[in-house]
C-alpha cells in the first residue's frame, strides 16, 4: 500500500543531544513537509521540500535541519539549539505544492526530552 | 494577516444529535479549503476539498459546505466512531496552508 512511513514512533531527546526523525513515502510525490503540532495550536510548518536537493524554511525553522537526497525521503534533525522540541511531529507529502492538492500525513513521531 | 479560527474548540454530542463545525477564515485569494479527521496519536486523515462559494461535498454522515468567509462541516446523526479532532486547512495562491487549531468532537453512546 502507498503511504507515508514516519519512525520512530516515540523518541526520547536528551539536553544537548540531536536527534533525527525519519519520513520515507513511496506515493512518488514532489513535495514534502515536516509539521509541528503542540496541544491548543495548529500545524505549524517547519521545512518543506519541492523537489530533491531543495529545501524551504517554514515558519519555526529555527533548531530544526533537513535534507531532500533522495524523492523518497525527507528526514528531520531536531538540533540542541531547539530549546523546546517536545511536541508531536508530522511528515506529509503532496503531489506538488504549486497546485491545490491534497496533504498526506504520516502517523506522527511524539518527541520527548528527558 | 491570514487567519484560520475553528469554533467551536470542543463539542460534546449524543449519538443522533447533528450540529456543525465552524471554519472561518480571511485569507484573500482562496486556493482551497481542506477539512482533515484526526485521531488521537495519529496523523490527519484527508476528508474534503472545496474550491470555490458554493460548494458542497458529501462523505458518509458529513457535509462540507463554502462560503466566501466561512466553510461548515456538518454531522448528521453522529456516532461514536465520529470521535476526533477535525482541522481545517487553507490555501491561499500557490502559498502553504494555513492551519486552524481544530474542533475536539466527542459523540456519547
Known amino acids: 500500500d502507498g503511504g507515508i512511513t514516519q519512525s520512530p514512533k516515540y523518541l526520547f531527546r536528551k539536553e544537548g543531544q540531536n536527534v533525527t526523525l525519519s519520513c520515507e513515502q513511496n506515493l512518488n510525490h514532489d513535495a514534502m513537509y515536516w509539521y509541528r503540532q503542540d496541544p491548543g495550536q495548529g500545524l505549524r510548518l517547519i521545512y518543506y521540500?519541492?523537489?530533491?536537493?531543495?529545501?524551504q524554511k517554514g515558519d519555526i525553522a529555527e533548531g530544526y535541519s533537513v535534507s531532500r537526497e533522495k524523492k523518497e525521503s525527507f528526514p528531520l534533525t531536531v538540533t540542541s539549539a531547539q530549546k523546546n522540541p517536545t511536541a508531536f511531529y508530522l511528515c506529509?507529502?503532496?503531489?506538488?505544492?504549486?497546485?491545490?492538492?491534497?496533504?498526506?500525513f504520516g502517523s506522527g513521531t511524539q518527541l520527548s526530552v528527558l | 494577516e491570514d487567519q484560520v479560527t475553528q469554533s467551536p474548540e470542543a463539542l460534546r454530542l449524543q449519538e443522533g444529535e447533528s450540529s456543525s463545525l465552524n471554519c472561518s477564515y480571511t485569507v484573500s485569494g482562496l486556493r482551497g479549503l481542506f477539512w482533515y479527521r484526526q485521531d488521537p496519536g495519529k496523523g490527519p486523515e484527508f476528508l474534503f476539498t472545496l474550491y470555490s462559494a458554493g460548494e458542497e461535498k458529501e462523505k458518509e454522515r458529513l457535509k462540507a459546505t463554502l462560503t466566501k468567509k466561512e466553510s461548515f462541516l456538518h454531522i448528521t446523526a453522529p456516532k461514536p466512531e465520529d470521535s476526533a479532532t477535525y482541522l481545517c486547512a487553507v490555501q491561499e495562491g500557490t502559498d502553504k496552508l494555513i492551519f486552524g487549531t481544530g474542533t475536539r468532537l466527542q459523540v456519547f453512546p
Open positions: 506529509a507529502s503532496s503531489i506538488s505544492i504549486a497546485t491545490n492538492e491534497k496533504l498526506f
Open positions: 521540500s519541492q523537489i530533491v536537493n531543495d529545501f
